[in-house]
C-alpha cells in the first residue's frame, strides 16, 4: 500500500498479562530491523492490572521506536485484533501474543519473506513453548501441541496445507489490505477459533499463505496453564468457540458435520489412550481423552465463553 508509513506492524493484544509483558515488549526493543521502519502497535483490551502503566512506560522509554496504545473497551481477543488493523499502519501485520519472547531476527525474517514472495498474503513463524520451569510435562505429546501454541513443520519455508493446520495466533502475519477485503476477524470469536475462522476467511481469497521458520518466538507457558483444571477448561472454551464458528460459516449442517467430527476424534483418543498404555505412558494418553471428551462437551453446551 502506497501511502504505508511503515514495511511492518507488530501488533500485540494483551489482557492482563502484566507478568509477562514487559519481556515481549523488550524483546521487540531488541529487533535487529531498523526501528524507523516498523511500528508497534499495543491492543490493550480492556485490562484490570498494570498493563496500562507497563506500556506508556516503554513508549517514554523508547522514543525512537514507533508506537501505538490503544485502549479498545470491548473484551474478546476478535475485537483486539481488528482494532489493531484499525491502528496499524504497514501493509503487513505481524500479530503476537502478550506472553512471547521474540528472536532478534524476527522481523528480518518477515521481511525478507514477504519480498522474496510478493504474491503472499500470509505467514505464520515457529513457536517454541518455554515452561515455567524449563521442564515438559509428562502428559505432553504431538496431539497437544496446541495446547501451548507449539507450531513445528521443519526448517524450510512452505506453503501451509491441510496437515498442517493454520498459523498459530500468537505468531501470525497476513497483508492489510487481506484482511480487510476478507471481512477482519469474527467478532462473535473470543478464543483460538479466530485463528482458525481468518484463515479459511483469507484462503478463500489465495492459498498463498506460509510457514516460515526462521521467524520463530519462544511463548510462556506458566503453571496455571498446565493445571488440570485451566487444562479442562480451555478445552471446554475450544469445543464452544469451534460450534459458534462453524454455524457462523456453514449453518446447522455444518455444525452437526462437525459434532461427527469430535465424536470420531473422541473414539481415536481412546484408540490412542491404550497405545500410550501399552507403551508405559499412560498420563499421554488420559490427556488426550480428557481434552477430547472436554472438547466434545464444551461444543454441546449452551454456554458463551468470554474472555
Not at 6 to 14: H, P, Q, S, Y
Not at 129 to 154: I, Q
Not at 228 to 240: E, H, V
Not at 289 to 306: A, E, H, R, Y
Amino acid at each position: 500500500m502506497a501511502n504505508d508509513k511503515f514495511e511492518l506492524a507488530l501488533v500485540i493484544c494483551t489482557y492482563n498479562r502484566d507478568r509477562y509483558l514487559p519481556d515481549a515488549l523488550e524483546s521487540i526493543k531488541n529487533q535487529s530491523f531498523p526501528g524507523t521502519q516498523f511500528q508497534v502497535v499495543i491492543v490493550d483490551n480492556n485490562s484490570t492490572d498494570n498493563t496500562a502503566a507497563i506500556s506508556k512506560k516503554f513508549i517514554a522509554e523508547n522514543p525512537d521506536l514507533h508506537i501505538t496504545y490503544a485502549f479498545e473497551q470491548q473484551k474478546g481477543l476478535s475485537f483486539a485484533r481488528n482494532r489493531g488493523v484499525a491502528e496499524a499502519d504497514a501493509p503487513v501485520l505481524c500479530y503476537i501474543d502478550d506472553d512471547i519472547i521474540l528472536a532478534p531476527g524476527f522481523l528480518n525474517a518477515m521481511k525478507s519473506f514477504y519480498d522474496s514472495y510478493p504474491n503472499a498474503v500470509g505467514a505464520g513463524g515457529r513457536v517454541i513453548p518455554k515452561y515455567e520451569h524449563d521442564k515438559e510435562p509428562e502428559w505432553m505429546n504431538k496431539y497437544l501441541n496446541g495446547f501451548v501454541g507449539r507450531v513445528e513443520h521443519g526448517d524450510k519455508i512452505k506453503k501451509y496445507d491441510e496437515k498442517m493446520k493454520y498459523p498459530a495466533g500468537c505468531n501470525m502475519s497476513y497483508k492489510k489490505n487481506v484482511i480487510l477485503k476478507a471481512g477482519g476477524f469474527n467478532n462473535e470469536l473470543t478464543f483460538r477459533s479466530d485463528d482458525k475462522y481468518i484463515f479459511h476467511k483469507i484462503t478463500q481469497l489465495s492459498t498463498e499463505i506460509y510457514y516460515l521458520p526462521d521467524a520463530y518466538l519462544y511463548h510462556n507457558i506458566d503453571a496455571y496453564r498446565l493445571d488440570i483444571g485451566n487444562f479442562k477448561k480451555l478445552f471446554l472454551k475450544t469445543g464452544n468457540e469451534e460450534k459458534r464458528r462453524i454455524k457462523s460459516e456453514k449453518g446447522s449442517l455444518g455444525v452437526f458435520k462437525k459434532f461427527i467430527e469430535f465424536v470420531t476424534k473422541f473414539g481415536a483418543s481412546i484408540v490412542l489412550f491404550f497405545l500410550f498404555l501399552l507403551k508405559g505412558q499412560t498420563p499421554k494418553g488420559k490427556y488426550i481423552v480428557i481434552s477430547q471428551w472436554c472438547t466434545l462437551k464444551g461444543f454441546l453446551k449452551k454456554d458463551v465463553f468470554v474472555r
